[in-house]
C-alpha cells in the first residue's frame, strides 16, 4: 500500500469517528481541548515522519545508515590524526575513536614535553605497560 492509499484510509478513519461536543465545565473543557490537539499534533507528526521516510526511499537514504557512515568516517580520521601527530603507539583503534577530537589532537610528542607527568600513578602506569610490553 502507497503512502496516498494508507493517509486515505487513516483519514477516512479519522472522519468515522464521532466528534463529541465539548464538555460544559471549563477544566474539563480545556482537557478535551488538549486531548484533541495532541490527537491531531501526532497524527501531523506521523505523517511528516512517513513523508520523510518515503522521501529518504525514493533518494536511498535511511538516516542510521548516514549517522554510522559519519561515526565510521570520522574513526578514521581520529586513527589518522593519532598516527600522524604522533599519538600514542600503543592506543588500539577502539581506543582513539572513543576519545574526543580534542585528546587526540593533544597526544603528542610536543604537549609531552610541554606538560610532564610526574605523578606516581603515572610512574606506576609507566611501569606496568613497561612489564607487559617485556
Not at 548516514?66 to 589518522?80: S, T
Not at 592506543?91 to 610528542?109: F, H, M, R, T, Y
Not at 600513578?121 to 609507566?126: K, L, P
Request: aromatic residues 10%; proline residues 4%; charged residues 25%.
Amino acid at each position: 500500500m502507497g503512502f496516498d492509499e494508507e493517509w486515505g484510509q487513516l483519514r477516512a478513519e479519522a472522519a468515522a469517528r464521532p466528534v463529541t461536543a465539548a464538555p460544559q465545565d471549563e477544566a474539563r473543557r480545556a482537557a478535551w481541548q488538549l486531548d484533541a490537539f495532541c490527537e491531531r499534533w501526532g497524527w501531523g507528526v506521523r505523517t511528516l515522519v512517513q513523508q520523510a521516510n518515503v522521501s529518504a526511499a525514493h533518494v536511498g537514504l535511511s538516516a542510521g545508515m548516514v549517522h554510522e557512515q559519519d561515526q565510521y568516517v570520522q574513526g578514521g580520521f581520529k586513527v589518522l590524526a593519532n598516527a600522524v601527530a604522533g599519538g600514542s603507539p600503543y592506543a588500539s583503534e577502539q581506543d582513539v575513536i572513543a576519545k574526543d577530537w580534542g585528546d587526540v589532537l593533544s597526544a603528542n610528542p610536543y604537549t609531552n614535553l610541554r606538560d610532564p607527568d610526574y605523578s606516581p600513578v603515572s610512574f606506576a602506569e609507566s611501569k606496568e605497560k613497561e612489564r607487559t610490553a617485556i
